[in-house]
């Protein structure tokens, strides 16, 4: 099967996830893409969803499924997001698609996260992708240098020759050359440093279940 393929498997076996008549929490990305499409087909045993992106949101209003604030809604039964990397406990690296502070948000008011992925995610150890952190402009120099200090190289992401700019206005530092041994450690000081809005190793709102497409089919992998 082609990775496309594996995500729209992952995205349609999320739906046994979904509790019907409340709303969902809903990622970002190519593979929650496939999910959002396949919600398409329960969208009216559903409250609506809440949605970690401007480009989510835009993706489910178009299917006729309501988009709440996460202000108004209290707690999520379930959140639906991809990774960039997930390890053997659920530990995750994400915001490849540079929206890894509103998943973060969406993630801590969920009581269950539901990581859907292709089995080229699954690693031993975070860092081989590069790490995607959320940074206030004007701290994107020194944030870097703090990088550097830990002996990986870093680069602001640019999008047509600038800076991207994410949905909060921020700068996105991504860095390469780390091994993530302790992920819950690195998460604690990394935020922690003036100027990070979001690192995006998610340990401290990992997920608990894993929905991986195989070559054999979803393989579900609990933590």
């Not at 496309?4 to 995205?11: H, I, Q, R, W, Y």
Request: charged share 20%.
């Amino acid at each position: 099967m082609t990775q496309d393929e594996l995500k729209a498997l992952v995205g349609q076996a999320a739906l046994k996830y979904v509790v019907p008549g409340e709303i969902v929490g809903v990622g970002t990305g190519s593979t929650v893409n496939k999910f959002i499409d396949a919600l398409a087909t329960m969208k009216d045993q559903i409250k609506g969803a809440v949605s970690s992106s401007e480009a989510s949101t835009v993706r489910l209003k178009a299917l006729g499924i309501p988009v709440f604030d996460s202000n108004e809604v209290e707690s999520l039964s379930v959140y639906i997001d991809g990774a960039d990397e997930i390890d053997h406990q659920g530990h995750m690296v994400k915001g490849g698609g540079a929206a890894l502070t509103r998943e973060k948000i969406v993630a801590a008011q969920s009581k269950q996260f539901v990581c859907i992925a292709d089995e080229s995610k699954l690693v031993d150890a975070l860092g081989a992708f590069p790490l995607p952190v959320e940074v206030i402009p004007m701290a994107t120099a020194r944030v870097m240098r703090q990088f550097v200090a830990m002996g990986a190289t870093a680069a602001v992401r640019l999008k047509d020759g600038q800076p991207l700019v994410t949905d909060n206005g921020q700068y996105i530092v991504d860095v390469k050359g780390l091994k993530i041994t302790d992920p819950v450690a690195f998460e604690n000081t990394v935020s922690q440093w003036p100027g990070v809005v979001t690192v995006g190793v998610f340990a401290l709102q990992k997920a608990q279940v894993c929905l991986l497409g195989t070559a054999d089919g979803v393989k579900t992998l609990s933590f």
